[in-house]
T-cell receptor, first 113, second 110 residues
Framework: KAGVTQTPRYLIKTRGQQVTLSCSPI?????VSWYQQTPGQGLQFLFE???????NKGNFPGRFSGRQFSNSRSEMNVSTLELGDSALYLC????????????FGSGTRLTVV | QKEVEQNSGPLSVPEGAIASLNCTYS??????FFWYRQYSGKSPELIMS????GDKEDGRFTAQLNKASQYVSLLIRDSQPSDSATYLC??????????FGTGTRLQVTL
């Protein structure tokens, strides 16, 4: 059974650019959550999607957005990149609402220069 | 007050000893609680879940939950060097939001 797949694994972008990250959940999983991980702040919740609807959103500026497709694949977009957006972005999926825990992908390491 | 509080460590225990990791949380509506292990440079891996007050054992791991005290703990018996990692406490709060503590770094020494 394939796990959660995130692409790309690494990205280097310039300040002001935008970036799109992709996440394919485990087959059958309908809930996808996104997290930002930095050494200083730990894992910060970005948003959660279930059946193409955003159910939860964390305390991030509007430059961070996401969406989920009918096949449960999800993308997150960050516009007007800032140096502080450099982080590991993790996607996690679960069957429904995460009552049995989330399974994480390997993450996308974003570096903004 | 942070939503989830953990001692950042490092917690150093000798091989074969019991490691005790603690976590307190602020959301009284939390019903599900998870422990994740994260090795350096890797993504978090779910190792334990607990939903009701008391203890839950799985191999060398025991999770303990006290909702009245808003306290969760993880015990690792017979600690091995391969247990050296950061352990993240994650209560599932209202509206299916999983909130993580900053983690406790565990070092198991030979």
């Amino acid at each position: 059974k394939a796990g959660v797949t995130q692409t790309p694994r690494y990205l280097i972008k310039t300040r002001g650019q935008q970036v799109t990250l992709s996440c394919s959940p485990i087959s059958g999983h309908r809930s996808v959550s996104w997290y930002q991980q930095t050494p200083g702040q730990g894992l910060q919740f970005l948003f959660e999607y279930f059946s193409e609807t955003q159910r939860n959103k964390g305390n991030f500026p509007g430059r961070f957005s996401g969406r989920q497709f009918s096949n449960s694949r999800s993308e997150m977009n960050v516009s007007t990149l800032e140096l502080g957006d450099s982080a590991l972005y993790l996607c996690a999926s679960s069957l429904s609402g995460g009552d049995y825990g989330y399974t994480f992908g390997s993450g996308t390491r974003l570096t903004v220069v | 007050q942070k939503e989830v509080e953990q001692n950042s460590g490092p917690l150093s225990v000798p091989e074969g000893a019991i490691a005790s990791l603690n976590c307190t949380y602020s959301d009284r509506g939390s019903q599900s609680f998870f422990w994740y292990r994260q090795y350096s440079g890797k993504s978090p891996e779910l190792i334990m879940s607990i939903y009701s007050n008391g203890d839950k054992e799985d191999g060398r791991f025991t999770a303990q939950l006290n909702k009245a005290s808003q306290y969760v703990s993880l015990l690792i018996r017979d600690s091995q060097p391969s247990d050296s990692a950061t352990y993240l406490c994650a209560p599932m709060g209202t509206a299916s939001k999983l909130t993580f503590g900053t983690g406790t770094r565990l070092q198991v020494t030979l």
